[in-house]
């Protein structure tokens, strides 16, 4: 009798150390799956795979090229390109801030001006924007001219172009520029409004989507 018992206990004991060992190499020994989380896409990849289908427009005179999508079309005059938008979903209340357009130019100097495409575009818009060099800081600047300027800042748009955004009335009419430059290359990129403020323009989806899609080409 207490021979059978020991033999139940001892098949009893293997068993355990049995389940032991299969235990232990599940866990030590086995290679594990790697548990992903969701993938979180950041506000510039959500832009890339947005744009990923569109076409894209060169223009090799103003040395840029910009993708756009279908409801976009293009018209060259003498002094730019202009990107008319046709049955759009707008983004502002009330929607005559969603402006229809946006405008690519060089930045004009006056022929007095008497400075070249190389200075640099501080300098550019010092004198395209009639901007006293006396002002200590350009970022701070105040006119009272005809375009009123009431924000100058720092950008930086279209992939890696360092740049100003500039804000401008023109009576009750607000325009949002943002000027960059590429060697001799330099343009101004806007886009206006009534009513359109400062710290409104960077609430449009669609033009910030074809914005950051802006390159310059050529040399």
Not at 63 to 92: A, M, T
Not at 120 to 144: H, Q, Y
Not at 147 to 172: C, E, P, T
């Amino acid at each position: 009798m207490n021979q059978s018992f020991s033999k139940i206990w001892l098949a009893i004991i293997l068993l355990i150390l049995i389940a032991g060992g299969i235990f232990a190499w599940q866990y030590f020994g086995a290679s594990r799956k790697e548990v992903k989380g969701p993938e979180i896409k950041t506000s510039e990849e959500i832009v890339q795979n947005e744009t990923a289908t569109w076409q894209t427009y060169r223009n090799e005179e103003y040395g840029f090229e910009v993708k756009y999508p279908e409801n976009i079309s293009f018209e060259e005059f003498s002094q730019g390109v202009i990107l008319s938008v046709s049955e759009r979903e707008c983004d502002f209340t009330p929607s005559h801030k969603c402006p229809d357009f946006m405008i690519v130019t060089p930045i004009y100097l006056p022929s007095s001006s008497q400075i070249g495409p190389e200075e640099s575009l501080e300098r550019l818009l010092e004198v395209s924007l009639n901007i006293p060099r006396s002002i200590p800081r350009f970022e701070e600047f105040i006119s009272e001219e005809q375009y009123d300027l009431d924000a100058i800042q720092k950008v930086i748009f279209g992939g890696n172009i360092q740049g100003y955004m500039i804000h401008r009335w023109f009576q009750s009419t607000g325009k949002c520029s943002y000027f960059g430059k590429s060697n001799e290359k330099s343009v101004e990129i806007s886009r206006s409004a009534v009513g359109l403020t400062y710290l409104e323009c960077e609430d449009d989806t669609l033009f910030n989507s074809i914005l950051s899609t802006f390159r310059f080409v050529g040399k």
